[in-house]
């Protein structure tokens, strides 16, 4: 009864559950419920409970959708022989927003990552392989972050896909647009360095 | 078709509605209900759909309760001549947490803001001078928060309470215990001077 209901004090523990909510956090964000209109809290609780209902990830290359494929993999007018490999399902979100990318994706829904047991059998690596073999994919970008991880299974994958003759690329590192020299970290600098471009 | 699905994109827009929480938060939070276990997920759903149904307000005070009147006003053991006044319910949470009051809570659900065209009307004031008026209360404890609008209301509740013939008093103001001077604020400081304690 620390919260003078049982239905309030379940509710901030459930929030608080969730990445990044502390306990005040979820106090504020129940109360802050409890006196909006029900309307509004009622949809948000209907939605909730639509979610894993309705949502779902493409069959062909694991992103977000409420069909069995998704819109980007039934787009005809989109580059069919080059697959973008990311981690996340809003990793696509992102590319996307660029309006540079026109082919299709593959989402890995995690990264190689043998500190916490994640191995190639734990993403959904078998399907890209799988998709490669068979569509005559004739380039990979692999777009996994630039972390450990991500290089980690950018390699993994570069060596699995090696056999089936498609090239494999990795999206460019060096300095971010708009940053500036003096807040570079040392290794992306000199990374730029060893990749300078020719102008 | 933003996100993929519309369930999704919709879910994202009610939690970016949520105080603090802002789009990319939204989609964090989004993502993981996608990614944990349906059970869990649904029990959000549910608690949220119950908070409006099964949470209320003290009939009384004003706190938070699943009953007519709340767990605090029904306990007999607390002193029924005491009322500490707050500007929310969880402020009597943190109240509570002190171990150091036992006598009886009454939430403004507000402070008095005419720049917000918040007036006496719009508060959980009347009520409050009822009470005083009726249980022949003997001390008024106003802890609104040492702000502006807090202390605005503070000095209201007193001219109104005035003739009631109970005392009314605030919280102290000085400076937070295991804070140090030096990033003490100077007008708390001048507040702590003006007001010393004698030892």
């Known amino acids: 009864m620390e ?9 901030i523990r459930q929030f608080a559950r969730m990445p990044g909510i502390g306990l005040k956090t979820a106090q ?11 309307e509004d809290v009622d ?22 959708t409420e069909e069995v494929k998704c819109a980007i993999c039934t787009d005809s007018t989109r580059n069919q022989k080059l697959i973008c490999v990311v981690e996340q399902p809003q ?4 590319l996307e927003k660029t ?9 890995l829904h995690g990264v190689l990552s043998p500190i916490d047991g994640v191995g190639p059998e734990d993403i959904n690596l078998s399907r890209l392989e799988e998709r ?6 004739e380039e990979v970008i692999i777009a996994t972050n630039p972390s450990v991880e991500g290089d980690t299974t950018a390699l993994y994958i570069a060596k699995a896909l090696e056999s089936g003759g498609c090239t494999v690329t990795r999206l460019a590192r060096g300095l971010p647009v708009g940053g ?20």
């Open 99 to 107: 309006g540079q990318y026109r082919g299709l994706y593959h989402v």
């Open 132 to 137: 490669v073999r068979n569509n005559e994919v």
């Open 3 to 11: 919260y003078g209901s049982e239905t309030l004090a379940n509710l």
């Open 180 to 199: 500036s020299l003096e807040f570079a970290d040392e290794v992306t600098l000199a990374r730029a360095i060893e990749r300078r471009e020719r102008l």
């Open 91 to 94: 990793d696509v979100l992102v």
């Open 43 to 64: 949809r948000l609780g209907a939605l909730v409970l639509e979610l894993k209902a309705k949502v779902r990830f493409c069959q062909t290359c694991g992103s977000i």
């Open 28 to 38: 504020r964000l129940a109360l802050y419920l409890l006196r909006s209109k029900s």
